[in-house]
């Protein structure tokens, strides 16, 4: 505990994802004083064409207001129309 997820399209090198992960550890570490041992951090890559349904779907919808940085979603409405 804490879990970080990172979700991203595919693409990155696993260098830059293994030094994303560090960053955040690190970050993690400093900011809520955890010990390394206790932070992990997961790579969720998701494909364009996937990522308003696997990313912008009902749970993310509903758990806006548990976001500290708010992403900017542009996405179809068509999408949106499907989730009511």
């Not at 595919?10 to 690190?26: C, D, M, N, V």
């Not at 955890?34 to 349904?53: C, F, L, R, T």
Request: hydrophobic share 40%.
């Amino acid at each position: 505990m804490p879990h970080v997820i990172v979700k991203l399209w595919p693409g990155k090198s696993e260098e830059q994802k293994t030094r994303l992960a560090e960053a955040i550890t690190r970050d993690v570490m400093e900011i809520f004083h955890y010990g390394k041992e206790a932070i992990s951090v997961a790579m969720e890559e998701i494909n364009p064409p996937d990522w308003a349904e696997k990313f912008i779907n009902r749970t993310s919808l509903e758990n806006r207001s548990s976001y500290i940085r708010n992403p900017v979603i542009r996405c179809n409405a068509k999408i949106f129309k499907n989730l009511n």
